[in-house]
């Protein structure tokens, strides 16, 4: 019998067979990749930061090529113009008419690499197509493929000649995924693997954009208990009830996560629970997903980056501090 969309079993077996041709190009970096296909089947864009050379934009070019949708790639740069991204008009000379030239984002899957390296000019060009799915050229609005993702990825290190991306468009990234280096094992695996400079990796379409589209219906289908839907507000507002507090020496941060978290929540932990092979989100897989939705909707104050106090580390107080609902299938 052949397994359709809903089945419990199909969402494990979706994520092994473009897991497993991801891994062609891309050792280790397993939590990354499922959270990379969270975003797929959620709908949403991914920030990606890490130091050079671990394979973010292997990643998800690998990624793209595996679920055999159009990839475009825009290296960001200091002198980059938004109508280098979105396009712009050109005169025709044999009409005597304008006509649209569209640019790299008319693509299925979009990487903008290095992104806080142009100014918020060019970064602001993102963001009716990572919000609205459309852009605007000419005063002519154009639809974007489906389906559509933005993926960027940025140095955390490099200060010099950087742009820190507004809070505007950060909000608008469904995670915040931080790339660590790979273990002892899995680099010693990629210099036997890859150490050979003529061999090269090779990756195949093992899905597309019309099966994507279809599974998000089994997605929508995954449930969600008022309990969960109870507990994830609970922690997105607690983190705006740690940035009201008043008065507070230990005051960590300015400003809390706003609704497109709980969103987010909602939605990325359907879509993981089905990846999962569960049929129901548990609040285990809420504070799973918690440290990369809210890393990057949470705003630190002075005082918390002096004592070198992360986003991170105040998310985790406020899962220890929410409490947790029992019976919640």
């Known amino acids: 019998m052949s397994q359709t969309p809903a089945s419990p079993s199909a969402g494990p077996a979706w994520s092994r067979k473009l897991r497993d041709e991801i891994g062609k190009a891309v050792i280790g970096q397993d939590a990354v990749v499922e959270r990379l296909l969270v975003a797929l089947l959620a709908n949403g864009h991914v920030l990606l ?16 090529t595996a679920l055999g949708v159009q990839f475009e790639r825009i290296q960001f740069t200091p002198d980059l113009l938004p109508s280098d991204v979105v396009g712009t008009m ?36 993102l963001l009716e197509g990572m919000q609205e799915r459309q852009v605007t050229i000419g005063g002519r609005t154009h639809p974007l493929p489906k389906p559509f993702f933005v993926m960027a990825t940025q140095n955390p290190v490099e200060q010099e000649g950087t ?53 998000r219906t089994a997605v929508d289908q995954v449930h969600v208990s008022p309990a969960v839907q ?56 809420i504070q799973d997903l918690a440290p990369d939705i809210l890393r990057h909707r949470v705003g630190l104050t002075y005082e918390a980056e002096a004592e070198e ?21």
């Open 49 to 64: 930061e890490g130091m050079p050379g671990l394979a973010k934009t292997l990643l998800i070019r690998s990624l793209g």
């Open 90 to 125: 050109i005169f025709q000379p044999k009409t005597g008419e304008f006509s649209a030239h569209r640019g790299p984002i008319f693509a299925n899957l979009v990487l903008a690499d290095e992104i806080n390296r142009a100014p918020a000019k060019v970064q602001s060009a």
């Open 163 to 215: 742009y820190p991306l507004p809070e505007a468009q950060t909000d608008r990234f469904l995670f915040k995924l931080l790339v660590d280096y790979p273990s002892q094992t899995e680099e010693s695996a990629m210099m036997e693997r890859w150490g050979q400079v003529t061999r090269q990796p090779a990756l195949a379409p093992v899905s597309n954009g019309e099966e994507l589209l279809s599974l």
């Open 230 to 285: 109870g507990y994830i507000l609970a922690v997105v507002r607690g983190t705006r009830a740690l940035a009201g507090k008043s008065g507070d020496a230990k005051r960590h941060l300015t400003f809390g996560a706003s609704p497109r978290a709980s969103l987010a929540l909602y939605q990325a932990g359907r879509a993981l629970a089905w990846l999962r092979g569960q049929d129901f989100v548990s609040p285990a897989l």
């Open 309 to 329: 106090i992360t986003a991170d580390r105040v998310i985790a107080q406020v899962l220890e501090r929410t409490p947790v609902p029992t019976g919640a299938a």
